[in-house]
């Protein structure tokens, strides 16, 4: 698939690009937001047969469990088997032709930076993505940048992305004064509502039930049923760079339940240092 550039992506410290070959870099990851986290990241070095995702498509499957409820493999939600980035990637951390990838577990919260390591095997792209919590479907995301195989460190920062699979409510999933709102906090790939109320805005939880989405039941706008797990794709449009959410000063009602002074951001919203060992 055609390779995206990210907009507001700088690079510092670039040498000359050699050719390809297998190294292990070690990847930073900082969030730049005031009260946002990020769910584990998805990282995926790969050929240009493989793509995580292409602002300006609609958002796949696998994006949209990762994009509404932070769900990259079937460990986190065996509800997701067959649908998720593993399936669609095949196993972590093996060579599978056309990518490797691996899940780096553990929230980032605001203002922190985690570190850790990854091996490339010879693929030629990198590409990494992460929910924020508490939203809808966003998500934080870089889109198939050449690896730099010359020794040195290099920075890029990343934007935000709204997934397009779920319409931005805003509302928390134990919400039952709005019509259509309410249930129980299952989560899954199309399940409204966001983790809302308070600070800090979500528990420090892995569980898809701590992402605080919901059981979605009900129809679409063309009266088509929609059942647990299931959702219409593009009900917000192709993945595009998030507006930002709304928010309101009340957590118990309003048309938001996030906190516009705490969860609101702006772009960008997360930076990523690679640095490339010298051989």
Sequence with gaps: MAVTKIAGLTALALGTLSSVHAVELEISITNLTQGNYFTPRLVVAHT????????????STALAWLAEAGVIDDAQEPASAGQNFEAVLGPA????????WHRFGGLVAP????????????????????????????????????????????SYYLNAYDAGTELNDELNSTRTDIT????????????????????????????VGGLGVAVQV???????????????D???GPVHIHRNTLGDTSATDGASDLNSTV??????VAKVTIVVPAA
């Excluded at 240009?48 to 958002?59: I, L, Y």
């Excluded at 009900?218 to 219409?232: F, L, M, P, S, T």
């Design 234 to 236: 593009g009900t917000d």
């Design 263 to 268: 969860h609101r951001w702006l772009n960008p």
């Design 218 to 232: 009900g129809q679409d706008a063309d009266g088509n049923a929609i059942g647990a797990n299931e959702v219409v």
């Design 111 to 154: 203002a922190t930076t985690l570190t850790y390591t990854f091996d490339t095997m010879d693929k030629p792209l990198l590409s990494l993505a992460s929910m924020l919590i508490p939203t809808n479907d966003a998500f934080v995301g870089l889109d198939s940048i050449e690896i730099p195989t010359e020794p040195g460190t290099y």
């Design 93 to 100: 951390d093996t060579d599978n032709g056309s990518n490797t």
């Design 48 to 59: 240009d047969a493989a793509d995580v995702f292409e602002v300006g498509t609609p958002a």
């Design 180 to 207: 259509g709102v309410g249930g129980t906090a299952l989560g899954g790939y199309g399940a409204p509502g966001v983790a809302g109320a308070g600070a800090p805005p979500i528990a420090p939880s892995m569980s």
